[in-house]
């Protein structure tokens, strides 16, 4: 993406979803890294709270973060090299060891207080269907994430557990989520639709709109828009955005 396309999405966002974004917001605290921290109402940090973090990928300071705070976490992502990040974090925080972050060599988790009983790793990914479906490859081998929708049009593939979000609490007592972090590559159209379906309200949702990063035409802001109706609708406000990172919290 050439620096005037860049410019000219930022101008695009700025001026349709940026008034879209409600005028009175509460103070607000970063939970994570730069690249996988999320910004959520430091009121909505609790011992005793659940989080259910969909996405992971090689960076879930965000969901150790929250554990260290007292929360129950909850962290789903069926794909491979997901599941073996998680794993290496697991036994670093049994062991006392360091692990890094999305690789880096600077980069690593403070795992002090990382509480192991109070997360909870699922290997599953969430859809609108409790089934078993394709996650497709992204086109740089380098990057982890994949895609339900092919966001970014490859052939690779690998089959895994999708479900509804209704079923995943139902599996795990879970009456509704506290938090609910989805970061999941152009499905948070669908699931955002069945979450409206089904009744549960978390109380923050966080929302990655991975078109704003990798478009799948013209009209993805205008699917962005419409999800922010939709989710207002439903009694959400809309209180922050950091790039495509989207913050919503349910009107009290």
């Known amino acids: ?59 879930i300071s965000f969901d ?3 554990n260290k705070k007292g ?26 060891g360091t692990m890094a972050i999305n690789n880096s060599s600077t980069e690593h988790y403070d ?45 690779e593939s690998f089959e895994a557990r999708c479900l509804r979000l209704q079923t995943f609490c139902r599996s795990y007592n879970i009456a509704e989520p506290d938090i609910l972090k989805l970061d999941i590559e152009g499905a948070e159209y669908t699931v955002l639709k069945d979450l409206a379906r089904s009744g549960l309200r978390p109380r923050v949702l966080c929302v990655d709109f ?7 035409d013209g009209d993805y802001l205008t699917r962005i828009a419409d999800s922010i109706r939709s989710l207002k609708e439903l009694g959400y406000r809309f209180l922050h955005m950091d790039g495509w990172n989207f913050l919503f919290v349910l009107a009290q």
Do not use: Y
């Not at 101008?11 to 879209?20: C, E």
């Not at 890294?33 to 992971?56: D, E, L, Y």
């Not at 073996?84 to 062991?95: G, N, Y």
């Not at 078109?211 to 799948?216: F, K, Q, S, T, Y």
């Open 1 to 59: 993406m050439n620096t005037l396309t860049k410019i000219f999405r930022r101008v695009q966002k700025a001026r349709i979803l940026g008034n879209m974004r409600d005028a009175s917001r509460p103070k607000l605290a970063r939970v994570g890294t730069q690249n996988g921290g999320w910004h959520i109402p430091a009121s909505a940090i609790r011992p005793g709270m659940t989080a259910v973090c969909v996405g992971a990928g090689e960076d």
């Open 64 to 66: 150790v973060e929250l």
């Open 71 to 96: 929360m129950i976490v909850f962290t789903l992502d069926p794909t491979p090299r997901a599941k073996k990040h998680v794993e290496q974090v697991l036994t670093a925080a049994s062991s006392g």
């Open 111 to 155: 795992l002090s207080g990382f509480d192991r009983t109070r997360f909870t790793f699922v290997d599953a990914g969430m859809w609108d269907e409790d089934k078993v479906t394709e996650f497709f490859a992204p086109k740089d081998p380098s990057h982890v994430s994949h895609s339900i929708v092919n966001l970014q049009r490859t052939s």
């Open 210 to 216: 991975d078109e704003g990063n990798v478009p799948a």
